[in-house]
């Protein structure tokens, strides 16, 4: 497995010029943010060694680096899920390339079904927690080079880009809910008695990714931040029918905001600061 990292990085770096500072996990929500990095440089997941292909509607695959906000970013265009059928170190592996890039910190986005009742559908929602309903990445011989055996998980979403992300909102004059987010298999939604049980156990929201690639960044020690777009309600006698159609148009109708709030942080973070 590192030495598959490993082969993928040195192949990525033979290939661009541009060392990232900061990864970017696109996905829905911030597919746009694509057309807002300067001077880009694209690599396909079919041609880099041992990266999964991406399957899934609305996503394609690619590594796409450039600037963003003043930093040298690499953002992942298209996300590898577990329903798919990939296993768990494929829906996580370009994490652990974008740490051999050397990244000092991970964006994520996401869309997701809001369970709290003060959430309305369009609502942007800053991750501050998770819980894991998925298998666990690291299950398996632990990579040494890559954390420890029991990585230390009180932290999993950093507390200075929350508050970055939060003065960024306030500025922008952008609205944000934050809340703890429940990752699950998928691929179906939730029944009703589903998303009362995941409110109940102290989720806010609930959706089918982020939280594998969330969980290897914190082994790796990369601090994370990421958003989700409530694109449906889970909300105990709210729960309506769900399409894929829907939270992908609920998703674009909200990216624009999302794109802001991230490149605004990017323009304000000094990633020293996040050590
Ligand atoms: N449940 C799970 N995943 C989702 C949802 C949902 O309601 N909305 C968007 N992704």
Redesign the pocket.
């Known amino acids: 497995m590192l030495k598959q990292i490993k082969e993928s990085a040195s192949f990525v770096k033979s290939k661009v010029s541009i060392a990232p500072e900061v990864g970017i996990i696109l996905g ?1 929500g911030l597919g746009g943010l694509v057309q807002s990095i300067e001077s880009p440089q694209v690599l396909e997941y079919k041609d880099i060694p041992h990266f999964p292909l991406s399957t899934v509607e609305g996503h394609s695959g690619k590594l796409i680096f450039g600037t963003l906000g003043g930093k040298k970013v690499v953002a992942m265009q298209g996300r590898f899920h577990f329903y798919e059928g990939y296993n768990m170190q494929q829906v996580t592996f370009p994490v652990r390339v974008m740490k051999f890039l050397g990244i000092q910190c991970l964006f994520v986005s ?5 369970m709290n009742p003060n959430f309305a559908v369009g609502d942007l929602m800053i991750i501050n927690d998770h819980i894991n309903c998925l298998p666990n990445p690291l299950i398996g011989k632990n990579i040494e080079e890559l954390g420890p055996r029991f990585p230390d998980m009180s932290e999993p979403y950093s507390k200075k880009l929350i508050a970055l992300g939060e003065s960024v909102g306030k500025k922008l004059g952008i609205p944000l809910q934050k809340g703890c987010y429940v990752g ?1 298999t ?1 691929p ?3 029944t009703p008695r589903e ?1 009362h049980y995941f409110h109940a156990i102290g989720g806010d ?5 982020t939280v594998p690639e969330v969980i290897v960044a914190r082994h790796m020690s990369i601090p994370v931040f990421a958003m989700s ?6 909300v105990d006698g709210q729960v309506c029918t ?1 399409s894929h159609e829907e ?1 992908q148009a609920q ?1 674009a109708k909200a990216e624009k905001k999302m794109t802001q709030i991230m490149t605004e942080m990017l323009q304000s973070l000094d990633t020293n600061e996040l050590k």
């Open positions: 829905t996401n869309a997701s079904g809001g699950t998928g179906t939604f939730e998303y929201a609930v959706g089918m990714s777009i409530i694109t449906d309600l889970g769900v939270v998703g």
